[in-house]
């Protein structure tokens, strides 16, 4: 079993920056790829966005595309998702995700799931 606890979350103003963490424990990191979901209020979690996923590659969604970036450190069994030119539309709660082997976009592919880490942007 894995689990996935996110960090990072809080309240910014737009064109402003935040770095999100997601460290996992419980079993090996390195084979998992790890994504990055969104979930507007009101909505359940079938209903999660894709934001990023990186295994041996990244991909990303294209409105985060040139501002956001995902990374991973397995020495430290963290995945990062770094938001830059935070917009008020970004505003959701961000939840990070684990599968094996390789990169998905729908969040059914994903077995593990954190808590998620509420962004708030500001105008």
């Known amino acids: 079993q894995l689990q996935l606890v996110e960090s990072g979350g809080g309240l910014v103003q737009a064109g402003d920056s935040l770095r999100l963490s997601c460290v996992a424990t419980?079993?090996?990191?390195?084979?998992?790829?790890l994504g990055w979901f969104r979930q507007a209020s009101g909505e359940g979690a079938k209903q999660r966005q894709f934001?990023?996923?990186?295994?041996?590659?990244?991909v990303y969604e294209d409105s985060v595309k040139g501002r956001f970036t995902i990374s991973r450190d397995n020495a430290k069994n963290t995945v990062y998702l770094q938001m830059n030119s935070l917009k008020p539309e970004d505003t959701d709660v961000y939840y990070c995700?684990?599968?094996?082997?390789?990169?998905?976009?729908?969040?059914?592919?994903?077995?593990?799931w954190g808590q998620g880490t509420q962004v708030t942007v500001s105008s």
């Open positions: 995700a684990a599968r094996d082997l390789w990169n998905a976009q729908t969040a059914a592919a994903y077995k593990y």
């Open positions: 419980g079993r090996s990191f390195g084979s998992y790829a």
């Open positions: 934001v990023a996923a990186i295994s041996d590659v990244t």
